[in-house]
Every structure is written in structure tokens, then in C-alpha cells.
């Protein structure tokens, strides 16, 4: 070999400076992710311990046959006082609390991801995300959460509509707890039957992930004050509860008529499928049959995004001061 070739590919060989800068940004990039998960696990935590008694609600209401409940609160009313307050309202309140932590974790991680590829595959001026950067992010971070998501959701619904059952005395309801309905739906159907709902749920997640973040991050903006030069200053707290409220309201519009379908598939004891799932409710009650509960669930979708947003505020904000 030349020492004129030799020489041209040590020029094309990055330099020991830019080596150290890539490692950087590298490691930057790491952090910022770590943050993103830890953050959303926070998060995770405020929303099912505010949201999950509407969820509830909502869920007995999509599957409950007709005339078993008048409206929402009818079925507080009964719920209460069939199985009590705190037993009654938090019915299956452990598979979400061990899930939805990993479950917001991957949700805000991979949403961190998805803006990282945003910006490798096109341009972020000034760097603020357009509002279809942000939904295409937004969406992104939907497609590993569905691995965490479809099962528990799966668990934490069968366990809702247990405590609709009325026990005869000495009847033991089926499942003793969320470890147990794993076992068996494993048992009945494999891996397969545990993940009954996932396309569902990616249909629900992947769209509704996608105006979530994008409505947080436009009305975040709208409500960021300036100083006098123009420079965007930190955003208080309540002003982020608003901006997490309204990203709650928004993801739900467009998808509720999937999640209705998705709680369908889940609960089911059978094997149907999508198709059969959509045709049945629709027989039922036409369209009006595929938003029972969205009620509760704009009702829940306030306080617990804001709950959401809250706390990965406070955990971004707490791991800032402690790590700088």
C-alpha cells in the first residue's frame, strides 16, 4: 500500500477531539433516557393511584351487559356497596401499580428515544420539536410499552369486573390475585391468551401516545412565560397539571371506541377476534355501544395526567438538583 493511500485514510479517520465529543454526546444521550425512564415511573405511580378508581368505572361500564348499570355513578353506588370503598374502588389496583410504573417508565423513555430519531431523521430548529415531530415521537414511544401494556391491562380488567360477580356464600371469586390470573390464562392458552388485546392496544396506544404528548407539549408552550428578552422561564406546577390534563382529554377522543373493543377482547372468556368483537357490539347498540364509560374516562383523564405530568415534573426536577 501507498503512503499516499495510507495517508487518505487516516484523513478520513475521526480525530481523538472528535472521538471525545461523539463519547459525549453519547453518554448524554444515556443519561437523558435513564432520566426519562425514572421520571415516567413517577409518573406512573400519581396516575394509578388517582386514576384507577374512574378507570374502574369505566372498565365495568364497557363490559357490563346491558340494563346491569344506569350510569356511572350506579356503578360507584353498587360497587361500594358490594365490596366496600377502598377494596371496592381499587378492585385490581395491583397489577396496574406493578405495571403502570414500568409500563409510564418505557412510555416516557421511549418518547425520549422517538424525539432522538426524530432528530436524526430530520431537522429540529432552535430545538423545538414541531408539533409533528412531537406525535411522530409520541407515537414511537407506544410501540414498546404494548409489551408491558397488553398484559397487565389484560390481568388488571379481568380482576375489575370480578367484584361485579355476585359470590354465592362460601364461593370463592376465580382468581385470587393478579399472579394467579397469569397462571391461569397461561394455563388455558399460553403466552398467547396473556397477550389476548395487543393489536388493540398498539391501535389505541400508537395514536393516542401521539396526540398526548403533542397536546402536552403545545399547550406546555402556550403557558411557558417569557422574560423580557423573550426567553422561555420555568413553567410552575400547576400550569403543567393544566397541560397534563388537557394531553389526557385529547388522547382519549380519537381512541375510545378502540379501548372499548380492546376491554372486550380482554375480558373475554372465549376466543374471538377482532372482527366477531367489533360486529357484537355493534348488534348490541350500534354505534353508541362502543363508547360506554367515557364519561369516567374524561373524568379520570384530567386528574390523572395531571398526576402523570406532575410527577415526572417533580422527578426530572429532583434528579436535576441531586445530579445536576
Do not use: C
Not at 435513564?34 to 364497557?62: E, N, S, T
Not at 374502588?89 to 403502570?100: D, E, K, N, Q, T
Not at 380488567?157 to 364461593?171: F, H, M, R, V
Request: glycine share 12%.
Amino acid at each position: 500500500m501507498s503512503s499516499s493511500s495510507t495517508s487518505s485514510i487516516t484523513d478520513k479517520l475521526p480525530s481523538a477531539k472528535e472521538l471525545e465529543q461523539d463519547v459525549v454526546v453519547a453518554a448524554k444521550k444515556s443519561v437523558s433516557s435513564l432520566r426519562d425512564f425514572a421520571a415516567g415511573g413517577v409518573g406512573g405511580i400519581f396516575a394509578v393511584v388517582v386514576g384507577h378508581p374512574f378507570d374502574l368505572v369505566k372498565v365495568r361500564m364497557q363490559t357490563a351487559e346491558k340494563g346491569v348499570y344506569t350510569g356511572a355513578m350506579d356503578v360507584v353506588r353498587k360497587t361500594v356497596a358490594r365490596e366496600g370503598l377502598v377494596r371496592g374502588m381499587y378492585a385490581g389496583v395491583s397489577a396496574p401499580l406493578v405495571g403502570v410504573t414500568p409500563m409510564f417508565a418505557v412510555s416516557f423513555w421511549g418518547y425520549g428515544v422517538g424525539k432522538q430519531l426524530v432528530e436524526s431523521f430530520s431537522e429540529v430548529k432552535d430545538g423545538q420539536y414541531s408539533v409533528g415531530q412531537v406525535s411522530a415521537a409520541g407515537f414511537f414511544s407506544a410501540i414498546p410499552m404494548t409489551i408491558i401494556t397488553a398484559p397487565f391491562e389484560r390481568v388488571k380488567i379481568i380482576l375489575q369486573i370480578q367484584g361485579q360477580k355476585q359470590l354465592a356464600p362460601g364461593e370463592k371469586p376465580k382468581y385470587s390475585g393478579g399472579m394467579d390470573v397469569v397462571r391461569q390464562l397461561y394455563k388455558q392458552g399460553g403466552i398467547k391468551s396473556v397477550y389476548r388485546g395487543s393489536v388493540m392496544t398498539l391501535a389505541r396506544d400508537g395514536p393516542g401516545s401521539a396526540a398526548y404528548f403533542a397536546t402536552y407539549e403545545t399547550i406546555k408552550r402556550r403557558l411557558t412565560p417569557k422574560d423580557e428578552s423573550g426567553k422561555p422561564q420555568k413553567l410552575s406546577l400547576p400550569a403543567v397539571m393544566a397541560a397534563g390534563g388537557a394531553a389526557g382529554v385529547a388522547m382519549w377522543i380519537p381512541v375510545f371506541p378502540v379501548d372499548t373493543i380492546k376491554s372486550r377482547l380482554q375480558s373475554a372468556d372465549g376466543n374471538a377476534g377482532i372482527s366477531a368483537t367489533i360486529k357484537q357490539l355493534y348488534a348490541k347498540g350500534g354505534l353508541k355501544a362502543f363508547f360506554p364509560g367515557m364519561g369516567p374516562a374524561m373524568a379520570r383523564a384530567i386528574p390523572a395526567n395531571a398526576a402523570t405530568f406532575l410527577g415526572v415534573e417533580l422527578a426530572h426536577s429532583a434528579m436535576n438538583k441531586t445530579f445536576g
